[in-house]
């Protein structure tokens, strides 16, 4: 029995330009207070009963709060933030029909404060229920659509204060920052490609040829394209941005430019593709086209760019349901 | 444009196998498969023989109810949890348990019928439902044509409950449809424990150290206690028979069943698993398994929602052991270690710096430990997660540090001289990129 293992090591000196302040504060902090306002007016609309308006800021606090979910690396940055989006937001976190339950307590005498005791009652998944399928003007449904809202307003708030507590992580290892930043895009682009599109257009595994607008993530709403809309723009913002120094310059420098660029390819292709579909659209060609284009953004982040940069990726969640 | 100049020392370990995996092991198979492949025949066999304890005392409860029995039964349910907990380190990595295609898929891919969850209990019997009415319709009620219910449904002659038609059953309609496995049983046994209208009241059954309390009536008096002790019957001999196809699957001494493919030892060749496939499904597995099923699916669904309904264990309260034991089974796998004897060569051994994963296994055992503690002396895992209790931070924290576990995986793989790469690390059940 012949064994032979030879070890090298190699000690790589590159000189790059990070993704930094600029970065960090025209895309990721920028969203986050976005976000904030949106919650702000739709509180506004709320309080006013106007239900024209309110579900029109709902669709403005959909898309702003993709942008902040897309680039969500704060749990990275401290372990203490790692869950805060799961209380804003239950997407494929969540095997309760909260649907049933919020209809129990418009219907109880409790109060509101005890009967909305779980975090995914505060989400922005009951909120877009609420707002959609009951009565704004009544005086229950208004609170509990306000308590909704300003939970989270206060969780959104709590992240801007986290990223500003812990920014200094990020800028101090600027190697750190570009390995969580990509294996955020890894994980985000997976949940788009599988659960956003392939699980309602069919072509995921576990919903292989049964296609169903149903499972699209705001279909209540109608709001399923602005919140893949927003993600990709946001992903925009992470690799393809002439503003500022971004994760696409980067990767030009670590000399990964032929993968970087079918990133920007692919992820161009799954902007267009995007922008001519409407709601009712992931279940025939637009929505396989959608599918085929996020799977090589998927493909290029994960395979090419995580190996050409070096970066060791983490273990992919799955969902849970 | 403010540009931020850095220089970055990057450290590749480059590791490069220069012999084939063949030419290194020769025609022995590879020591970490053979410790992995005899652990799984213990764990299996342990798991059946515990099923068949269970078996028996189901058999004398329904032959002769009595809350003697019952609690004997309960007890056996409780024990075969144990060794079967432990197995669940075996699944996600395309072994017969649960592969999604291949050969040994003949073995009949048990996993769903053995411990689907979370289930839709009022499928099977009565339920208090959140508006505090008793549930009707279900599988125990209907005698006659049964429709589950959800997608593409379809209906079962359930006059009599046999094994087949539960096989029928589950998962008909849905996930959630439930029928056989463990979690039919413990409903059976213990019956509803959860406060669906909401479950910080309570009121269905009161107190932190209390679980279901299915009355000895149902087994009695009730005008369908005939056909609980059908089901329960019928249940039982599935579980005990889809564990004897797992241990027939990793039987010693036979040269045509999984453990010979995978140990490249099987008489028909075509059969035999290439080592490096083997081991990257077996690290990709563990990894995913610890992470998303365990930390995850398991124990952050229930802390984060909060809910009592995703508590693995929510009839008996038993979620604590659980857990306990689905991360005993990963620390089997990862130091070659089973019931206290050493299976020889471990998973974690080639790793040179252990610092890190260890310190993270020591921290999870302190707060496992806290969890079992508190489970038996002040309140079960459905009162840890209320949102108000201090031990959900911990609990939170310790799906934190296995799901770090979990990302350990890959550098684990590494040393061993495995790269793992994205369609290793995703939920194969789930995803195919």
Redesign the interface.
């Known amino acids: ?18 993704v ?3 970065f960090f504060n025209q895309v990721i902090i920028a969203n986050v207070v976005s976000a904030i306002t949106n919650t702000e007016l739709l509180i506004d609309s709320i309080n006013q009963a106007n239900s024209t308006s309110a579900k029109m800021q709902f669709g403005n606090l959909v898309s702003s709060w993709k942008k902040v979910e897309t680039t969500y690396l704060l749990g990275d940055l401290n ?1 203490d933030y ?2 805060t989006p ?2 804003i937001d ?1 997407f494929h ?4 029909d909260i649907k ?2 919020l209809d ?1 307590i418009i219907n ?1 005498d ?1 109060a509101l404060s ?2 909305m ?4 009652h505060k989400t922005i998944n009951a909120l877009e229920y609420i707002l959609f399928t009951k009565n704004l003007p009544h005086q229950r449904v208004k609170n509990m659509a306000l308590m909704i809202t300003k939970s989270i307003k206060s969780y959104l708030s709590e992240i801007l204060n986290g990223y500003k507590a812990h920014q200094s992580k990020f ?1 101090e290892s ?2 750190y920052a570009s390995a969580i930043l990509l294996n955020t895009l ?1 994980g985000g682009t ?1 949940k788009l490609k ?1 659960w956003r599109v392939g699980d309602v257009a069919g072509l ?3 919903f292989k040829n ?1 296609p169903n607008n149903h499972r699209a993530e705001y279909a209540i709403s109608g709001n399923s394209m602005n919140a893949i809309k927003a993600i990709l723009a946001t992903q925009a913002q992470v690799i393809n941005s002439p ?3 971004d994760f696409g310059d980067i990767a030009r420098q670590f000399k990964a430019s032929k993968e970087i660029n079918q990133a920007i390819s692919a992820l161009n292709d799954s902007i267009v593709n995007a922008s001519s579909m409407s709601e009712f659209d992931f279940i025939n060609n637009k929505g396989k086209r959608l599918y085929q284009s996020t ?1 090589r953004l ?2 290029s982040y ?2 090419s760019l995580m190996d050409r940069l ?1 970066f ?10 | ?19 084939t995996v063949s ?4 025609d ?1 198979a590879n020591p970490l498969l053979i410790a992995y492949a005899n652990i799984a025949t213990a764990n299996y066999t342990d798991a059946l023989n515990d099923a068949k304890t269970l078996k028996e005392k189901l058999k004398d409860f329904t032959n002769s109810p009595t809350m003697v029995l019952m609690e004997n039964a309960k007890a056996a349910w409780l024990n075969a949890r144990e060794s079967y907990g432990q197995t669940e380190a075996f699944r996600l990595s395309n072994g017969p348990i649960d592969a999604e295609e291949g050969w040994h898929t003949s073995y009949g891919v048990p996993e769903g019928r053995l411990n689907a969850w ?1 289930l839709d209990e009022n499928m099977i019997d009565y339920t208090i439902n ?2 505090g009415k008793k549930t009707t319709g279900n599988i125990i009620d209907t005698k006659g044509i049964f429709n589950p219910g959800g ?1 593409s449904p379809l209906a079962i002659d359930v006059t009599t409950i046999t094994p087949s038609v539960l096989v029928a059953l589950n998962e008909n309609g849905g ?1 959630a449809n439930v029928a056989t496995g463990y979690h039919a049983i413990e409903f059976l046994l213990w019956g509803q424990d959860q406060d669906y ?2 479950f ?1 009241k309570d009121s269905v059954t009161h107190g932190a150290l209390v679980a279901g309390q299915r009355t000895l009536a149902d087994y009695t008096t009730d005008a369908n206690a005939d056909r609980r002790k059908q089901y329960l019957n019928a249940v039982a001999s599935l579980v005990v028979s889809d564990l004897e196809s797992m241990v027939s699957a990793w039987a010693d001494g036979d040269s045509a069943n999984y453990k010979a493919a995978l140990l490249g030892k099987n008489s028909d060749t075509i059969k035999n698993i290439d080592t490096k496939v083997a081991l990257r499904q077996i690290f ?1 597995g563990l ?2 398994f610890i ?3 365990l930390a ?2 398991r124990i ?2 229930a802390v ?4 009592e ?2 508590e693995h264990s929510c009839f008996s309260d038993n979620t604590h052991r659980d857990i306990t034991q689905n991360f005993q089974g990963f620390k089997n796998l990862l130091f070659g270690t089973y019931n206290s004897v050493d299976y020889g060569v471990a998973l974690i051994d080639a790793m040179k710096d252990k610092t890190k994963l260890m310190n993270l296994i020591v921290s999870v055992n302190t707060k496992i430990n806290q969890m079992n503690t508190l489970a038996q002396v002040s309140r079960h895992f459905d009162y840890q997660i209320r ?1 108000n209790d201090t031990q959900a931070r911990q609990i ?1 924290k310790l799906k ?1 540090e296995l799901r770090a576990i ?2 350990q ?3 684990v793989a590494k040393s061993n ?1 495995i790269d ?3 369609g290793y ?3 194969a ?5």
């Open positions: 029995m012949r064994y032979l293992m030879a070890i090298v090591f190699l000690v790589v000196s590159i000189g790059v330009n990070a930094g302040e600029k372990e790692l869950d799961r209380y239950i976190n969540n095997n309760e049933s339950q129990l109880s409790d005890s009967a005791y779980k975090h995914s800028f600027e190697q890894v997976y599988e995921s595994k576990k049964r503003d500022y120094q799977n998927m493909k994960y395979i070096g060791v990726s983490k273990v992919l969640d799955a969902d849970g349901d | 444009m403010k540009v931020q100049k850095i220089i970055i020392s990057s450290f590749l370990a480059v590791v490069v196998v220069i012999s030419t290194f092991w020769g022995e979370p959140a508006k997608e996930e209208a909401n910080m990709s990894g995913v992470k998303s099923e995850n699916e952050a669904v984060l929602t909060p809910s309904e995703d949102p939170k934190n979990g990302d995986m890959i550098y001289g793992l790469t994205v690390i995703t939920d059940q789930k995803t195919k990129l």
